[in-house]
């Protein structure tokens, strides 16, 4: 991957700092988009710097401003000369029970995990055609398997899935796009995710009977990037066979 460019959004911490590390690993230059985790960013940023120089950058914004979301693309292309490789990872997550249902909720959840994607790649399509790039997005075994007292997040997943796979038709035949469905790498940040009894029964439902690592998403994502020219419109679960078994 030396002298390809990568963007990718919500990299600064969890499964997005993981994927950055491999990729960089590989020889990739980064352009690392973050939100709110400022410290996060640049500790990345001065890490992997540190191994290459000059070879990360940061950009913050609010993907939930579709406005601005061709400004990432240009950036990066202003800042590395071209961009090969587009990584919407960026994800907000939280219940939405059928009743309680706001439209603040349905704005959150469709806007990161749904309508950025389509925005984003939209705007990265040209650069990623003329490099004979990809796009890959982090979406969710939950997208098949409905995850109860999650309906938008689920329903934003599940629209995602299915823009990996027009956007497969779309881009091709210059460009390919994939997707990376995680089950249970990290404990969500959410008390609900806390109690011990809730995690070993999600444990249970691996065919492996552990969690995964965030390196184990990132090594599917490096794969589908560097190793795997003929795949596209695909979707990889890397779940410790939970989907197979739920």
Request: glycine content about 8%; proline content about 4%.
């Amino acid at each position: 991957m030396q002298g390809k460019v990568v963007l990718i959004t919500g990299g600064a911490r969890r499964v997005g700092a993981a994927i950055c590390r491999r990729l960089h690993e590989r020889g990739a230059d980064l352009m690392i988009h973050y939100r709110a985790s400022d410290m996060d960013a640049r500790a990345l940023q001065d890490e992997l710097n540190a191994s290459r120089s000059d070879s990360v950058s940061l950009i913050q914004a609010d993907l939930l401003n579709i406005s601005g979301l061709a400004s990432l693309v240009s950036e990066t292309v202003n800042r590395f000369g071209r961009l090969d490789v587009l990584i919407n990872n960026a994800s907000s997550f939280f219940p939405t029970n059928l009743g309680e249902i706001d439209e603040s909720a349905w704005e959150d959840l469709i806007g990161t995990n749904l309508k950025a994607p389509l925005f984003l790649s939209q705007a990265a399509a040209p650069q990623i055609r003329k490099h004979r790039g990809c796009i890959v997005n982090i979406v969710d075994i939950h997208a098949d398997k409905p995850l109860k007292n999650y309906l938008v997040y689920t329903t934003a997943k599940g629209g995602l899935v299915a823009l990996t796979k027009s956007l497969a038709r779309e881009i091709g035949p210059e460009a390919r796009a994939n997707a990376v469905a995680p089950g249970a790498i990290l404990w969500p940040e959410d008390e609900v995710w806390a109690d011990a009894l809730s995690r070993q029964r999600i444990i249970n439902q691996t065919l492996l009977k552990r969690v995964g690592e965030p390196d184990d998403i990132a090594k599917a994502v490096v794969f589908l990037v560097a190793d795997a020219p003929y795949v596209t419109g695909q979707v990889i679960a890397v779940d410790g066979g939970r989907s197979v078994s739920l």
